[in-house]
């Protein structure tokens, strides 16, 4: 083992080397990725040496997500304490269902969900769990609204259509997830939505309001803190108010933009986040843990349970319902990801959390204020948005993005908004400083420029 750890140190030191060398990794066509790195498995293994070279070409070559250059998805960055949580976790290998196997990390993972349940302004009596992804903890939201609706669900299934309802610029999580529960894609009403991306209220009443009297059954609707291509924040208070006068269960999926119940400055922006049902978060956006790290929070602990329990005599063996954890997940087997969002937060504390997030906001103003001071630039997106939409010179920007990637240039995105599509630049990388949201249009601009001139002498 101490050597493999060895190993892995040096192969550590390469990727840091590269990351410094190679900000954007060369990116290999998928005609040619067998050709140029041997991935082939046979029957005999190769020695160490051999390995060794593999796995430095495997580092050489892929993308980068830890660079400044990266701003393609909505993650992004490494933050040292969360890395060492993760690796600490890998290491103890734990699986999180019952106290027996996990021990004490079964309370390093009940504090997070404590204090992530207190910021959300829920009861004590709240609870929550970690899922693989903000796509299954949007799932869950909806097991448990779906349950709560009518309990005899869960043993006798669908008896009648029951109805659910999301902004047209929701995450497409909604849809699916809507299709595993047995909901259906056509029973979810996609809400209109107005020029930020914003739920719009009056639509969602028109909505429910016709379904009840067509006999159909509403019980969820989804409320969005962060689209994922504008970045923009659902009204939840409004969509609250609703909710209750029809009883609904109301989620709000926080996956992108939900770490700003740290920030004292934007926590407006989910005001009425105590008024809902349940609450997503992933740590490995806005706060920069690694891969991945969702959480799910309810104020309706025994819906959890009630949902996601089932007795199995040959694992609970010992400790109570509390601290096997199991009875509220969606797994059985489950990796500890709590470990990695708890020594991040508990070396930096709450405020140095806040720092994280209030910074991302801050590298956004810096981009839309470079943006809008530099005519060959054309901004959709606005203020209180980590999501920064821009047009340069009105080149195409799905070309741009690909041709930025395909030269190891920038890892940006492209997206669409109502007929308009845009590069959409994501501030969300814990690391970025002004100097490398600057250097990122200087990249842009040096690129469009050389490229343009290629295609005007060709």
Same mark, same amino acid.
């Given at each position: 083992m101490q050597n493999d750890l060895a190993l892995f140190s040096e192969l550590c030191d390469e990727l840091l080397k590269e990351e410094i060398k190679r900000p954007v990794a060369t990116p290999i066509p998928t005609s040619e990725l067998y050709n140029q790195i041997d991935l082939s498995l046979q029957k005999d293994g190769i020695i160490d040496q051999q390995l060794k070279v593999v796995l430095k070409e495997l580092i050489k070559h892929t993308p980068k997500t830890a660079s400044t250059s990266f701003f393609n998805q909505l993650y992004g960055g490494r933050k040292n304490k969360a890395t060492l949580g993760d690796l600490l976790a890998v290491m103890l290998n734990t699986s999180m269902y019952t106290y027996k196997i996990a021990g004490p990390q079964v309370g390093i993972e009940k504090q997070v969900l404590k204090n992530i349940c207190a910021l959300a302004g829920y009861s004590k009596a709240s609870d929550g769990t970690f899922a693989p992804g903000g796509s299954m903890s949007n799932m869950m939201?909806?097991?448990?609204?779906?349950?709560?609706?009518?309990?005899?669900?869960?043993?006798?299934?669908?008896?009648?259509?029951?109805?659910?309802?999301? *902004?047209?610029? *929701?995450?497409?999580?909604?849809?699916?997830?809507?299709?595993?529960?047995?909901?259906?894609?056509?029973?979810?009403?996609?809400?209109?939505?107005n020029s930020k991306g914003e739920?719009?209220?009056?639509?969602?009443?028109?909505?429910?309001?016709?379904?009840v009297s067509n006999g159909l059954e509403p019980f969820f609707v989804n409320a969005t803190a962060g689209t994922t291509v504008f970045g923009a924040f659902d009204d939840i208070k409004a969509i609250s108010e609703v909710c209750k006068d029809h009883k609904l269960w109301l989620h709000v999926d926080g996956a992108y933009c939900g770490g700003v119940i740290f920030s004292n400055t934007y926590k407006h922006l989910i005001a009425g986040l105590e008024q809902s049902d349940s609450f997503s978060i992933n740590a490995h956006k806005m706060l920069g843990t690694p891969l991945s790290c969702s959480i799910i929070v309810t104020q309706h602990t025994d819906?959890?349970?009630?949902s996601f329990s089932n007795e199995a005599d040959y694992l609970y063996q010992t400790d109570g319902d509390d601290y096997n954890l199991g009875k509220t997940s969606l797994q059985c087997g489950r990796r500890n990801d709590a470990l990695k969002i708890w020594t991040l937060w508990k070396s930096v504390g709450t405020s140095g959390l806040e720092k994280i997030v209030d910074n991302q906001f801050e590298m956004a103003d810096i981009a839309r204020d470079y943006i809008n001071k530099h005519k060959d630039y054309e901004l959709y997106s606005f203020d209180n948005s980590i999501s920064v939409c821009f047009n340069y010179k009105g080149i195409s920007a799905s070309e741009l993005c690909t041709a930025l990637y395909q030269n190891a240039e920038l890892m940006v995105s492209f997206g669409t908004f109502k007929d308009h599509e845009f590069v959409r630049m994501v501030t969300i990388n814990s690391l970025l400083e002004k100097g490398d949201v600057i250097h990122f249009f200087k990249t842009l601009e040096a690129f469009v420029a050389d490229y343009l001139l290629k295609i005007t002498t060709t």
């Open positions: 939201a909806l097991i448990m609204a779906r349950d709560h609706k009518n309990g005899s669900i869960r043993v006798e299934g669908l008896s009648k259509p029951m109805t659910v309802y999301t *902004s047209n610029t *929701s995450h497409y999580s909604i849809l699916k997830n809507a299709v595993l529960t047995g909901i259906g894609r056509n029973q979810v009403r996609l809400v209109d939505t739920m719009l209220i009056e639509h969602l009443k028109e909505l429910i309001t016709h379904d819906q959890l349970h009630h």
